[in-house]
Each structure stands twice: as C-alpha cells, then as structure tokens.
C-alpha cells in the first residue's frame, strides 16, 4: 500500500559537499601559486630592500650624545641685545635622533628655532619683539611717573610707582614720558629721574 520513497535530499547534500572542499582546495592550490610568482617574489625583495636601508640610516643618524650640551640663543627685537646660556641636554633627550628632537621641541622647546643638531650640541634660537632685562621704562600712570622694568621674557613690570606728577615736567618730556621712555641701565634711569626733579 505505502511505498517508500527514496530521499532525494542526500545526492544534493553529497554534492554541496565535495564543491565544498574541491573550491576550498583550488583556492589553496591557487594561493601557493602566486606566492611563487615573479611578481611577489620582487615585491618581498624590496620591502627586504627597504629594511636594510632603513638600518643602515639609524645608524648613520646622528643622536644626542649623554654630555651633550643645549646652547639657548635669545634675541631681543627691540633693543638687539643677544643673551646665550648652555646647559647639559636632559636624560630623555640622550639618544634622540633631529626628527625625534624636533617632535619634542613641539613640547618642550615650541618658542625656539632649532639653529643646529650635532650630537655634542643643540643650537637653538628664540626671539622676542620686545626689550631684555636690562632696560628700564618711564612711563605714565594717572599724571603721575611710574617705572617699569623689563624681564627676561620680555614683559614689562611695574619697579616703581612715583609721587611726581608729569604736569610739573616740560612738554618735551612729558610727551616722551606718555610714549615710553626707554632707558638701558639703572643709572641711567636714577641720573633721568634727578633730571626730572631739578
């Protein structure tokens, strides 16, 4: 009455299977075969190639030697004085390479100028458009004189804050001292101020 069919779901399934596997090992098959072609073997050469040279450079490189010395050249604009200080590089500066140098001046050194890169010394140069320390001001603060001194960095402070009032003064002298009366000592500046007072 009931007869079986036979499935016809296996011989499908048998067939997904060995393409399965005959593409899987062509792929394999087809892999080896351009690992050995002319083509790749040039390419693995000059990466080779490149590493070789690359390590004869960083050898070739010149690196900050552990006694080397940073020279600090700063030039002040305004009064064209010049002031250098040296002093012994910092531990994680032995070693650096002028590129890696540079990528820490970024951090540590963004106002300077790299002047030279030897291994036993680092040039290098900041300027400021303003005066040095050595230079005084006379200027003026609500009618009164009032003296300003200059800082390394260039920034005018307040030295001193006088009674004298710039009324008392010639004109000559008060138009200079609402300009800024730049002077280049402290004598300089005491000899100005007992001008003023006579």
Known sequence: MFEKKRSSKIPILLIAILTLVGG???????????????????????????????????????????DAV?????????????????????????????TEFKEYMKKNYSQFRLLSFKSKEIDLLKEITSYCDKHYEIGEDNGYIIIYKYDEKGNKNVFKKTESSITSLPSIDQEQIKSGLILNSLEELNERLEDFGS
């Open 24 to 66: 899987f090992y062509m792929g394999k098959i087809l892999e080896d075969e351009d690992r050995n072609t002319p083509v790749t073997k040039t390419v693995q050469a000059e990466e080779e190639q490149k590493v070789k040279i690359e390590a004869v450079n960083k050898k070739e490189e010149v690196l900050v030697d552990k």
């Open 70 to 98: 940073i020279k600090i050249t700063t030039k002040y604009d305004k009064c064209e004085h010049v002031e250098t200080t040296e002093n012994p590089v910092s531990k994680d500066v032995v070693g650096l390479s002028e």
